[in-house]
Each structure stands twice: as structure tokens, then as C-alpha cells.
């Protein structure tokens, strides 16, 4: 039986259709996936791409606020919303403003302007942490805190949460199985035992937790402070407390990823929940849709930030490399859009817009489980929602995977797709922006009921 209670031979029926029906709406797309054939592997620029619900890669013509439209002519209202990466809508006004103006004035010069000193004054206003960085890329972002972590404290290892989301960090890469921490299955290319340095633990088990870091070797745990990538998993109410007790009772740091759950409010979970994190790591929307990332640290983890630079800078006679920066960390493009993102559209205005949106757009998921008399919940996080196919939300990222059914998940986005409404691919999760309308969240969910509607109607779906 399938976690959904759906039998396969429907979805089957379901997706069928749904395939057929994108070939024929479609053919500017599938002829642009066949020329790309020959020359992106994969047909696509990153491989990924093609693991949408679609059965030929879907190609984007243009975007904007809430919606974009493919190179078929085809309208969507987008959920997804770059997963995160336009999080407060395609090219805001304000983004758009400070591409075109620094875009005549230099984009890259490895030196700081204004723009800087202005966001780094934003940054710790809204997020509670006195000093900041600013690195590309979320994963950049936490590769560089995970060098200061183990240069701070003198120790290697690396806790992080079974099915955690913290990019392509190598040092993340693993799973908790049977009690061990073992690499995380269709890892390629890895050359090195990742459990040396890495230990996985269930999300939202304090035995475990207080196992791993009595040890005494953690420099940090680095972890979101709700699970979105697995499937969204919410702390238990008192365990992210707890877990800011016993790393500073067991000597470790505590590095906070608000990449995702910056859906939350301005200042994340981070001030939202009091987490009093020594680092805190962001990225993807943090400029509006620009590369770019931040960390920011407490005033003490900046003046031992200071201590091991100065004992590296002394032990290599000042000829070292710290490991950290690359060449367009913090550029001026970056960092002038980051000033917009932060004065203009990252606002307590847009939050106050989106998050009643999502509320309404996850009551509506509730309403159609309850109608159709699905064994499904449904689980929120400021501007984000899912609906997951288990009768309770998930408390750890094993329980969130147990509750996948990946042809489901498929045939109903594909289903959404084919009607032009856009949810984040992989599992069933949702976004707000600022241009997301009323009308729209009732379109997603009276479309998502006219699939459920039809796919129910196929002789034996229910198990």
C-alpha cells in the first residue's frame, strides 16, 4: 500500500493524460528541449532541471511578480517561486531599479562602495547579530561558517539533522540510519569517508541529540530551524531551546539556516523564535533574486573570528589562505540590489500580505483532504505550506520521507502545470509573494480539487 492510500494504477492513468496533454500544449518548449539536446547535458544548464513533473523540460520566456509566461505563450501563477530565490516575486520594481543603475556603474571591483556598510547595517537591525559577511551562495555561506566553526572551537565534527537542506556543502551530505551516520544515497563523485567529520541525528530527538554532542568533539550543529527540504518539519515546541542549551553546555556552536525559513518573517525564525544563534547563514532571496548570501555572528564569535586570523596570519608569516572568499562574493551588483531587497521589498508591509495568503492557501489544503477524505496533513511556516500524504505532520526527516509517493507528487503537479499553476517541485510545497493574490490561492486549490476530483474518479484509486 502507498503512503497516500492512492493506488499507483490510477496515478498511473492520471499521469498518462497529464503527459499527453503537455506534448500537445507545448511544442516550442519540446523543440527547444531537442536543439538543447545537443549541446547542455541533459538539455538543460543545470541537470536538475530536468527533474521536473514535466516530461520534457518546460521553458520560461519571461517573469514577473506572482506569474511568468513560457516560450509557448502560456501564463502561470507561480508557488514555486524559484525555490525560494524570488521568495518576494519576480524582478520587484525596486530590484529591477538597482540592476539597471549599477548596471552602468561597474559590477565587480573586489572593493566595498556604501551599498555594503548600509546592508550589513539592515542585516543586524533586523536579524539581532552585530557583524556580517557576504559570500554568493547559501552553500558558500556555510562552508565558510563551518571553517570559522572548527577554527573557533578546535574541533572537527559536524552535527547536522537527518534529511537536512544546507546546499552542496560536502560536509552535509549524510543520513541517520539504524543509529549510524552514512552518506546520503546517489552522492557522486565523493572521494572521502564524510561520517569522519559529519554526524546525523533525527530532527526533533533530544536523546539523540544529547548522545551525539556529549561526545565532546561537535564544533557545531548546523541546522534550519524547521526542516523544509525533506518535506517541512516543524521543531517541537521547547526543542530548538533545548538545543541552544546543550551546545553551550557541551562547547558548541550553534549556526542557524534561514535560507528557507526566512518565509517566516523580516528577521526569520531567528528573531521570530529568540534563537540566539553565534552565526546565522541566508541566501537565495537575499537580493532579490541576485547571486548573493550572508552570514552575520554574534559579537563574541567576531572577536574570536579576529583570534584565529591572527594566530593563521602568524603561523604562515602572513602568506596563508583563509579557504574562504571567491572572487564575486559581495559584488557591487550584489551588494546594491541587497540594499534595495533589504530597505524596499523585504519589508514588514510584504510579510503582513503574504502570510494571511498562506494561511488561506493552507486552510484550503485542509478543506480538500477533508472532502475528499484523504489521510493527508498539512504543515505551515510563515509564507510556506505543504500538504503531505501521511495522517500527521512529520516530526522527523524520516517520517517526512516515509510519507513520499513520487508518482503521485508528479502527476498532480503536472496536473497544476498543464492548467498554468506553478508549486516547487520534488514535494508539495508553496510560496506567497508580495503579488500573490486571493484569487490566485483559490485558483491553486480549486484546481488542485478538480485533479483529486478526477484522479478518485478512476475505478480502484482509493487502497
Same mark, same amino acid.
Given at each position: 500500500m502507498t503512503s497516500s492510500g492512492i493506488a499507483e494504477s490510477a496515478v498511473a492513468t492520471l499521469a498518462a493524460r497529464e503527459r499527453e496533454r503537455f506534448v500537445q500544449q507545448n511544442p516550442k518548449s519540446i523543440a527547444l528541449a531537442e536543439r538543447a539536446r545537443h549541446s547542455l547535458f541533459g538539455g538543460v544548464p543545470m541537470h536538475?532541471?530536468?527533474?521536473?513533473?514535466?516530461?520534457?523540460p518546460l521553458f520560461v520566456n519571461r517573469a514577473k511578480g506572482?506569474?511568468?509566461?513560457?516560450?509557448?505563450?502560456?501564463? @502561470?501563477?507561480?508557488?514555486?517561486?524559484?525555490?525560494?530565490?524570488?521568495?518576494?516575486?519576480?524582478?520587484?520594481?525596486?530590484?529591477?531599479?538597482?540592476i539597471a543603475e549599477q548596471g552602468a556603474n561597474g559590477l565587480t571591483t573586489m572593493l566595498p562602495g556604501e551599498d555594503a556598510v548600509v546592508a550589513g547595517e539592515l542585516l543586524a537591525e533586523r536579524f539581532g547579530l552585530p557583524y556580517w559577511q557576504v559570500a554568493t551562495t547559501a552553500t558558500d555561506a556555510n562552508r565558510f561558517v563551518l571553517r570559522w566553526a572548527r577554527a573557533i572551537t578546535g574541533r572537527k565534527v559536524l552535527l547536522v539533522f537527518d534529511g537536512c537542506y544546507h546546499g552542496t556543502?560536502?560536509?552535509?551530505?549524510?543520513?541517520?540510519?539504524?543509529?549510524?551516520?552514512v552518506h546520503r544515497s546517489g552522492l557522486i563523485g565523493q572521494a572521502y569517508d564524510l561520517t569522519r567529520y559529519s554526524r546525523s541525528v533525527p530532527f526533533n530527538d533530544l536523546a539523540a541529540l544529547e548522545a551525539a554532542l556529549a561526545q565532546g568533539d561537535v564544533a557545531a550543529v548546523l541546522c534550519e530551524p524547521a526542516m523544509t527540504n525533506i518535506?517541512?518539519?516543524?521543531?517541537?515546541?521547547? @526543542?530548538?531551546?533545548?538545543?541552544?542549551?546543550?551546545?553551550?553546555?557541551?562547547?558548541?556552536?550553534?549556526?542557524?539556516d534561514e535560507t528557507h525559513?526566512?518565509?517566516?518573517?523580516?528577521?526569520?525564525?531567528?528573531?521570530?523564535?529568540?534563537?540566539?544563534?553565534?552565526?546565522?547563514?541566508?541566501?537565495?532571496?537575499?537580493?532579490?533574486?541576485?547571486?548573493?548570501?550572508?552570514?552575520?555572528?554574534?559579537?563574541e564569535m567576531a572577536q574570536a573570528m579576529q583570534s584565529v586570523r591572527r594566530h593563521a596570519s602568524e603561523?604562515?608569516?602572513?602568506?596563508?589562505?583563509?579557504?574562504?572568499?571567491?572572487?564575486?562574493?559581495?559584488?557591487?551588483?550584489?551588494?546594491h540590489c541587497m540594499r534595495a531587497h533589504l530597505e524596499s521589498v523585504m519589508t514588514e508591509a510584504a510579510y503582513a500580505h503574504m502570510l494571511p495568503l498562506a494561511t488561506r492557501l493552507a486552510d484550503g489544503f485542509r478543506g480538500l483532504i477533508h472532502k475528499h477524505r484523504l489521510n493527508w496533513s498539512v504543515t505551515e511556516l510563515g509564507a510556506r505550506c505543504e500538504f503531505q500524504f501521511c495522517a500527521t505532520p512529520p516530526k522527523t526527516g524520516a517520517e517526512a520521507e516515509a510519507a513520499f509517493h513520487d508518482s503521485l507528487q508528479m502527476a498532480l503537479h503536472l496536473y497544476l502545470i498543464n492548467r498554468g499553476i506553478l508549486i516547487t517541485p520534488f514535494h508539495n510545497m508553496t510560496l506567497c509573494?508580495?503579488?500573490?493574490?486571493a484569487a490566485d490561492v483559490d485558483r491553486l486549490i480549486a484546481t488542485l480539487d478538480d485533479a483529486l476530483t478526477e484522479l478518485l474518479a478512476i475505478p480502484g484509486a482509493r487502497q
Open positions: 536538475w532541471m530536468s527533474d521536473w513533473s514535466t516530461p520534457s506572482a506569474r511568468f509566461h513560457d516560450v509557448d505563450g502560456h501564463e @502561470y501563477v507561480d508557488f514555486c517561486l524559484g525555490d525560494t530565490g524570488s521568495m518576494f516575486g519576480h524582478s520587484p520594481e525596486p530590484i529591477a531599479r538597482a556543502v560536502d560536509d552535509v551530505m549524510v543520513r541517520y540510519r539504524e543509529g549510524r551516520t518535506g517541512m518539519v516543524l521543531p517541537e515546541p521547547g @526543542y530548538m531551546e533545548r538545543l541552544r542549551e546543550l551546545t553551550r553546555k557541551h562547547g558548541s556552536l550553534l549556526i542557524i525559513t526566512i518565509s517566516t518573517g523580516p528577521g526569520g525564525c531567528t528573531r521570530s523564535w529568540n534563537l540566539e544563534p553565534d552565526f546565522i547563514t541566508l541566501g537565495k532571496p537575499i537580493a532579490g533574486g541576485v547571486p548573493c548570501s550572508v552570514y552575520g555572528c554574534s559579537a603561523n604562515s608569516h602572513g602568506h596563508g589562505h583563509s579557504g574562504m572568499g571567491t572572487t564575486l562574493s559581495a559584488n557591487a551588483l550584489a551588494m509573494c508580495p503579488d500573490t493574490s
